[in-house]
């Protein structure tokens, strides 16, 4: 029987930088390892008349690059306030 880890690491770099005088805009980008095999599909399938077999195997290494934008609640609730009060 394998040994299951349930742990993976992620080493990444993260920016955040103000956009439009409210907001902010986030970068990341890093590495996830470690990761064993959380999914497994076995299939014996038959392709033109030859058995085939597949086998594959999910795990959460990889690259990741996120991109996330941040605006205050209060901006926005301001800004419709503003409006009610012109109508």
């Known amino acids: 029987m394998e040994k299951v ?5 992620n080493a990444s770099a993260f920016a955040e930088m103000p956009i439009f ?3 902010l805009i986030n970068i990341r980008f ?3 390892f470690g990761s064993d095999a959380f999914d497994r599909i076995d299939a014996d399938l038959e392709v033109n008349g ?6 594959s195997t999910g795990k959460m290494n990889g690259w990741v690059f996120e991109v ?13 306030s ?3 009060k012109k109508l």
């Not at 880890?5 to 690491?9: A, E, G, L, S, V």
Request: aromatic share 18%.
């Open 5 to 9: 880890h349930r742990f993976f690491y």
């Open 50 to 55: 030859s058995p085939v077999r597949f086998e």
């Open 30 to 32: 890093g590495r996830n």
């Open 21 to 23: 005088n409210s907001s």
């Open 68 to 80: 996330g934008y941040k605006m205050p609640l209060n901006a926005v609730f301001k800004k419709q």
């Open 82 to 84: 503003n409006l009610k």
